[in-house]
């Protein structure tokens, strides 16, 4: 398989944490969809030119983290990271989709705040941004274990999304999380003796 996509994307980090737990090997190419010379290898897999895309054995090519995460884990089978039926399920892709949508604010406020000119900077749309990471990061925080693992005796999904997310957020604007959430930040701790996401942890 090849994975498109670098390890800074939150969400192409996900898919290379989850083929690393199963045992998957990836051929990893590390290219930006920012990038003019990584443009036309990217769009050859995914004419919205965006990354993640997951080019299988057969040449069939997945696209979305989601969905390929839920691929990934149906081939996984009683090993997956995310339960397979009932609240288990329901509560692990819950903690998910909260961190996903946090990482998604997390990627605006990067367009809005480092990519954009400085002369058509909004500032009150910089902080609504900051307010919905705050706002989602604080919602995680109070569902947070004070210890081991929303999993139980391992991480599940929701245990590796989270550090994906704070480490994005802590690589691009870290002033984003300002004030403190002890829980995550201890989460984050426990989860990088994760082989893979100590491997793919994008921070200087």
């Not at 884990?73 to 949508?101: F, K, M, N, T, Y």
């Not at 941004?129 to 925080?141: C, D, H, W």
């Not at 109070?142 to 999904?157: I, K, L, M």
Request: hydrophobic share 45%.
């Amino acid at each position: 398989m090849i994975l498109y996509g670098r390890d800074l994307s939150p969400f192409v980090r996900r898919v290379a944490v989850w083929c690393a737990i199963y045992g998957l090997p990836v051929e990893r190419r590390r290219l930006a969809a920012m990038e003019p010379a990584d443009a036309d290898a990217i769009r050859a897999v995914h004419p919205g030119l965006r990354v993640p895309a997951l080019e299988l054995d057969d040449a069939t090519v997945l696209i979305d983290s989601v969905a390929i995460c839920d691929w990934l884990d149906e081939q996984a089978g009683e090993a997956r990271l995310v339960p397979a039926s009932g609240r288990p399920r329901r509560d692990c892709l819950q903690r998910i989709a909260l961190a996903q949508a946090t990482c998604e604010k997390a990627v605006a406020l990067v367009y809005e705040k480092n990519r954009r000119p400085a002369e058509l900077h909004w500032l009150e749309w910089q902080a609504r941004i900051v307010g919905q990471i705050r706002g989602g990061l604080a919602a995680l925080e109070a569902a947070a274990p004070e210890d081991g693992w929303w999993g139980g005796d391992r991480p599940d999904g929701s245990d590796l999304m989270v550090p994906i997310c704070w480490q994005f957020i802590e690589s691009t604007n870290p002033g984003a999380l300002d004030p403190g959430y002890p829980r995550l930040a201890a989460l984050v701790e426990r989860a990088m003796a994760v082989p893979s996401l100590a491997a793919t942890d994008p921070r200087p």
